[in-house]
């Protein structure tokens, strides 16, 4: 629990009122409830006679990481966009690169020189934010980044615009490293894409035809853990019953993923990709 929670101190004398105030729920209970709601779900959990008893002058997770970052945007202007881009985007891998991008997108006068600030305020607010331990040193040390996963549940109850935007922003990058070969790609993008793909096509599955030459001819040929087969299983669940052109892909891709590892799961999901093409050649034929 402690390290779910990341050394939030509030977070864990929380967790250890509830559980003592509850005999009934396990600590095991408390984290799956967590996990399947949002880490700052916690708030709303406590009664008033449990928040009483909580040490901690501020008694909810909430106020304290709002009064921290309304703070933070006063002293530097610019900063709370900048952290709700990242919020928008997978928690343990955040490219700097890709941050600084959206941040010139979305308020370019973060990065226009002042009298202050001779090359914009983007360095500034990139090291404020990792000297606040907002955004720690990630996988690739210098490139990426990793916020903890309280501070991005909070700012994702808000209910910021930003997610269409990243998610716009990432989809064509992953359609170019899957059709640009003329230099190597980087291995920082392709673990980023990697673990922004699967929330993307679980909200906008129709997606995967423009994200699927990536699928084969990158992801795979560079990601050694499972998950773009997690992402593919996921998919195929949404989609179950389905008889469409994503579902015809989503089996084609999952085939060619579980090929090696499971050659008999490999050929159903090839027999079914099969069989959904069949089904679409018979009910528009001029469009398969």
Not at 17 to 37: A, I, K
Not at 113 to 121: D, I, M, V, Y
Request: charged share 25%; aromatic share 6%.
């Amino acid at each position: 629990m402690a390290e779910l929670l990341d050394g939030f101190t509030l977070a864990v004398e929380q967790a250890g009122v509830y559980l003592s105030t509850h005999p009934e729920v396990t600590v095991c209970d408390y984290l799956n409830h967590l996990r399947s709601q949002n880490l700052t779900a916690s708030d709303t959990m406590l009664d008033d006679a449990d928040r009483a008893r909580i040490e901690h002058r501020e008694k909810l997770l909430s106020v304290i990481l709002d009064q921290s970052l309304t703070d933070l945007e006063h002293i530097l202007p610019g900063s709370l966009q900048v952290i709700r881009l990242a919020a928008a985007i997978p928690p343990d891998t955040i490219p700097w690169p890709w941050l600084e991008e959206l941040t010139k997108l979305t308020n370019p006068e973060v990065c226009e020189p002042t009298p202050q600030f001779l090359k914009g305020r983007w360095t500034r607010i990139r090291r404020t934010l990792e000297g606040r331990d907002l955004i720690i040193e990630g996988r690739h040390p210098g490139t990426t980044g990793r916020m903890h996963r309280l501070i991005a549940d909070h700012i994702k109850t808000q209910n910021p615009p930003e997610t269409d935007l990243v998610d716009e922003f990432i989809t064509p990058r992953a359609q170019k490293l899957g059709s640009d070969f003329t230099k190597a790609p980087e291995l920082w993008e392709i673990d980023s894409i990697t673990d922004a793909l699967p929330n993307i096509l679980i909200r906008k599955p129709e997606l995967l035809k423009h994200v699927a030459n990536f699928v084969c001819l990158v992801a795979l040929r560079y990601v050694t853990d499972p998950r773009i087969a997690v992402m593919l299983q996921d998919l195929t669940q949404q989609l179950s019953g389905t008889h469409n052109r994503t579902s015809f892909i989503v089996h084609t891709l999952l085939g060619d993923t579980l090929q090696n590892t499971d050659p008999i799961q490999a050929s159903d999901n090839h027999q079914r990709s099969l069989a959904i093409a069949r089904h679409l050649v018979e009910i528009w034929p001029e469009d398969f």
